[in-house]
T-cell receptor, first 114, second 114 residues
Framework: AQKVTQAQTEISVVEKEDVTLDCVYETRDTTYYLFWYKQPPSGELVFLIRRNSFDEQNEISGRYSWNFQKSTSSFNFTITASQVVDSAVYFCAIQETSGSRLTFGEGTQLTVNP | AAGVIQSPRHLIKEKRETATLKCYPIPRHDTVYWYQQGPGQDPQFLISFYEKMQSDKGSIPDRFSAQQFSDYHSELNMSSLELGDSALYFC?????????????FGPGTRLTVT
């Protein structure tokens, strides 16, 4: 069965610091998809990125970057120059086959202080 | 762009009552998922439908039932409500197409059972 572990329950940083959120996953499938979602205090789940298991290329989108390493089953998320508006719970998730359920990690509460 | 619509957004019920949550997927999306997120927890998969047929089932209590209708909207029916059913219920939709795997989440229905 698939599993996602986000060992960092809470992280607190000061604005403009860089912060990395860790995600480690387990799966027996060779084809799978990894996701990151952001959940601000308002409660909605905001899609950030999807990565398939065949694409280990790192991705950068503005202040966000993702490091996918199959060898260590990790899909870490870095926010550069954090801002107060980045404060939220961030979830890493895995999907083993197309159209199937998402299995979420327990989430990391990020607080960015001014 | 049109998003997933959930109604109602907030619902307060008493123990042993019945609740019905509705989900309207993004137009042309044929797959609907339901997730339950308890306070301080990650979203847990309940059930999904593809082309009006149940496609996957997670940890959904027997007191809950769901279906997808001919217009692709879905309803989650919850009976004999318990205090532990208080949670945020998300609906997500996706286009079960070969190249698209993102699940787009609705804003959620916050159910409070008193």
């Amino acid at each position: 069965a698939q599993k996602v572990t986000q060992a960092q329950t809470e992280i607190s940083v000061v604005e403009k610091e860089d912060v990395t959120l860790d995600c480690v996953y387990e799966t027996r499938d060779t084809t799978y998809y990894l996701f990151w979602y952001k959940q601000p205090p308002s409660g909605e789940l905001v899609f950030l990125i999807r990565r398939n298991s065949f694409d280990e290329q790192n991705e950068i989108s503005g202040r966000y970057s993702w490091n996918f390493q199959k060898s260590t089953s990790s899909f870490n998320f870095t926010i550069t120059a954090s801002q107060v508006v980045d404060s939220a719970v961030y979830f890493c998730a895995i999907q083993e086959t197309s159209g199937s359920r998402l299995t979420f990690g327990e989430g990391t509460q990020l607080t960015v202080n001014p | 762009a049109a998003g997933v619509i959930q109604s109602p957004r907030h619902l307060i019920k008493e123990k042993r009552e019945t609740a019905t949550l509705k989900c309207y997927p993004i137009p042309r999306h044929d797959t609907v998922y339901w997730y339950q997120q308890g306070p301080g927890q990650d979203p847990q998969f309940l059930i999904s439908f593809y082309e009006k047929m149940q496609s996957d089932k997670g940890s959904i209590p027997d007191r809950f039932s769901a279906q997808q209708f001919s217009d692709y909207h879905s309803e989650l029916n919850m009976s004999s409500l318990e205090l532990g059913d208080s949670a945020l219920y998300f609906c997500a939709s996706s286009l079960d197409h070969r190249d698209t795997y993102e699940q787009y989440f609705g804003p959620g229905t916050r159910l409070t059972v008193t």
